[in-house]
């Protein structure tokens, strides 16, 4: 991990080249009516290819059996204790549209939501509106005054949202106000804390005036609130591994936590094909390289098994273009699995697997769960695998004499 004690001491700089290709929500489990999960039903070649020159395995991204956030799970492949160093999803938003945080502002990360007459959740995410009809809403929502506080709601993409807030003595220990499930009302947030209940009430405000000011809208009628954090202190990743890192993701959450954990953020586009353009254009400036892949887990929270076999599909046909580079190691893991079986993210173990010539390729033949199984890896914390990547670019020297 990256707060082994002798890390820095071991870390060593060179020419050698590392992809960690994210897909999130990698894993799955299988569909009831053909016992394959998405990962075993999609056609991807290319992929299979890579798992028979490559050594496999799977990680647990925190401990058995607790399901984790899309943060922790990308903490962990970085290296990063995912419960030591806990970021709250607010953060992680605001950071990756480019928000300058003050170490004292709360952020939360928004969805515009779906109300039914009753009042109850019948779209947690408003029909994935467009980031241009959201951020009208969030003008409306800019509105909002309340006495003592400053309130700044900003558009993420498509149905997210970003609210900052700053006054004095604010906290961050607060209940979302997501209850994460349809046909229930969304949630007033609760201090958990003493220090955080004049917070929670200036939240509770906001909410009251969101649902008024909101209410005639056909899809995003209302807001759900959750990962109520400030900004947090963090080793970076380029000091302690000694690389120079950089992050390419076309989400903003995934910028902040790169960003975070000291990657240069390079500018990219829309869809995963100019992630890996950009990822070319810019292969000779770094010697690690961060790469994130989506759709697979926006298909597996919409509880859609077939649409993430199509963005699995979509995935494989991209990976010759990665290849070609020709890293040193390219590593493709996820940060957790989702299946659509679940309809979001699982405690599952995620299929990954590493390619380099100084690797051992084993018996798997596929990148699937059932295959990664008997892979020569085993099963790791998901915080191992970044040292098994520097270790297999020759970045880490011997440890001890």
């Known amino acids: 991990m990256i707060d082994f004690p002798h890390i820095e001491e071991i870390s060593q700089s060179n020419k050698s080249k590392v992809i960690l290709l994210v897909v999130d929500g990698l894993g799955g489990l299988p569909n009831p009516s053909t016992g394959m999960s998405e990962l075993e039903t999609a056609y991807t070649p290319n992929l299979d290819q890579l798992a028979t020159e490559s050594a496999c395995g799977l990680t647990t991204p925190v401990i058995p059996g607790i399901t984790p956030g899309s943060g922790p799970g990308h903490l962990a492949l970085f290296g990063y204790d995912p419960v030591k160093y806990y970021i709250g999803r607010g953060v992680l938003e605001a950071l990756g549209i480019g928000i300058k945080l003050g170490k004292d502002d709360i952020a939360a990360r928004g969805n515009f939501c779906t109300l039914d007459d009753e009042g109850n959740i019948i779209d947690r995410r408003a029909g994935r509106i467009p980031t241009e009809q959201s951020t009208i809403l969030c003008q409306k929502l800019n509105s909002i005054d309340i006495d003592g506080f400053e309130l700044s709601v900003e558009p993420v993409r498509d149905h997210r949202f970003v609210l900052i807030l700053r006054g004095d003595a604010l906290s961050d220990r607060l209940t979302q106000t997501d209850p994460e499930q349809l046909g229930v009302s969304p949630l007033e947030t609760k201090a958990l804390t003493d220090s955080a209940t004049i917070t929670a009430s200036t939240v509770n405000r906001f909410l009251s005036s969101a649902r008024e000011l909101l209410k005639d809208e056909s899809l995003g009628n209302m807001v759900l609130l959750r990962g109520f954090s400030k900004i947090p202190t963090m080793p970076s990743m380029s000091q302690r591994y000694k690389l120079h890192p950089a992050g390419i993701a076309a989400y903003p959450m995934y910028r902040g936590l790169a960003s975070l954990c000291g990657m240069e953020i390079i500018g990219t586009g829309e869809t995963f094909k100019e992630e890996v353009e950009t990822l070319a254009q810019n292969y000779d400036k770094h010697d690690f390289f961060f790469l994130h892949y989506k759709p697979a887990d926006a298909a597996g929270e919409d509880g859609d098994f077939d649409e993430k076999v199509r963005a699995l599909e979509a ?87």
């Open 315 to 401: 995935l494989d046909v991209e990976i010759p273009n990665i290849v070609k580079l020709n890293p040193e190691v390219l590593v493709v893991a996820g940060d957790h699995s989702t299946p659509a079986l679940l309809a979001g993210h699982s405690w599952h173990p995620v299929p990954f697997l590493l390619r380099s010539v100084l690797c051992r390729p084993d018996e798997a033949k596929r990148l699937t769960e059932r295959e990664c199984t008997v892979g020569s890896f085993g099963q790791l914390p998901a915080t191992s695998l970044m040292f098994l990547a520097l270790g297999h670019a020759g970045k880490l020297a011997k440890y001890g004499p």
